[in-house]
T-cell receptor, first 115, second 114 residues
Framework: GENVEQHPSTLSVQEGDSAVIKCTYS??????FPWYKQELGKGPQLIID?????GEKKDQRIAVTLNKTAKHFSLHITETQPEDSAVYFC??????????????FGGGTRVLVKP | SAVISQKPSRDICQRGTSLTIQCQVD?????MFWYRQQPGQSLTLIAT?????????ESGFVIDKFPISRPNLTFSTLTVSNMSPEDSSIYLC???????????FGPGTRLTVL
């Protein structure tokens, strides 16, 4: 089955700096890669996703890049703000109903943005 | 996106009892999922619940321990049966929208078993 590794497990940045979280996956059939933000006491919130036919996607201060050859994808947060402090999870899915649309999650990265 | 609610938001239960968690979606969805998140850990898929068919369980999870119902396209329940302290976790439901591989999560149910 799919295995997703996520690094680093914790990340502390100064407000205004950039944060980068990296994930690798094992199943070459995976073609959908979402990122979730989970604040304390809440459920994961989808913040951005990318499909295998795209190499990069951007939404305001967040961007995701995908390298299918190397089987890794990354989340970039620019101009970090204290409200970006949360746990971030990457995930991978082979997509499609036949595969059950199952998501395999990385271990999570706890991001702390220091004012 | 979708608005997903769960009941209860939290509960404290005694060993040996059972708890049923409800998940409600504000739109009709084919696929719903149940996850467990142990304290400080990542999410682990328990089962996939499709309306009109039996739930599909992941390795390590069995129907006798985690029976699931999916009576219609907006609702599902997960029961945690014969609970032990090791079942203390956050239980999350999600709904698959759009191309169905895009999942949106509920707020979770925080379960403590004494």
């Amino acid at each position: 089955g799919e295995n997703v590794e996520q690094h680093p497990s914790t990340l502390s940045v100064q407000e205004g700096d950039s944060a980068v979280i990296k994930c690798t996956y094992s199943d070459s059939a995976s073609n959908y890669f979402p990122w979730y933000k989970q604040e304390l006491g809440k459920g994961p919130q989808l913040i951005i996703d990318i499909r295998s036919n795209v190499g990069e996607k951007k939404d305001q201060r967040i961007a995701v890049t995908l390298n299918k050859t190397a089987k890794h994808f990354s989340l970039h947060i620019t101009e970090t703000q204290p409200e970006d402090s949360a746990v971030y999870f990457c995930a991978a899915s082979p997509g499609g109903r036949a595969a059950g649309n199952k998501l395999t999650f990385g271990g999570g990265t706890r991001v702390l943005v220091k004012p | 996106s979708a608005v997903i609610s769960q009941k209860p938001s939290r509960d404290i239960c005694q060993r040996g009892t059972s708890l049923t968690i409800q998940c409600q979606v504000d739109s009709q969805v084919t696929m719903m999922f149940w996850y467990r998140q142990q304290p400080g850990q990542s999410l682990t898929l328990i089962a996939t619940a499709n309306q009109g068919s039996e739930a599909t369980y992941e390795s390590g999870f069995v129907i006798d321990k985690f029976p699931i119902s999916r009576p219609n396209l907006t609702f599902s329940t997960l029961t945690v049966s014969n609970m032990s302290p090791e079942d203390s976790s956050i239980y999350l439901c999600s709904a698959g929208l759009g191309r169905a591989d895009t999942q949106y999560f509920g707020p979770g149910t925080r379960l403590t078993v004494l």
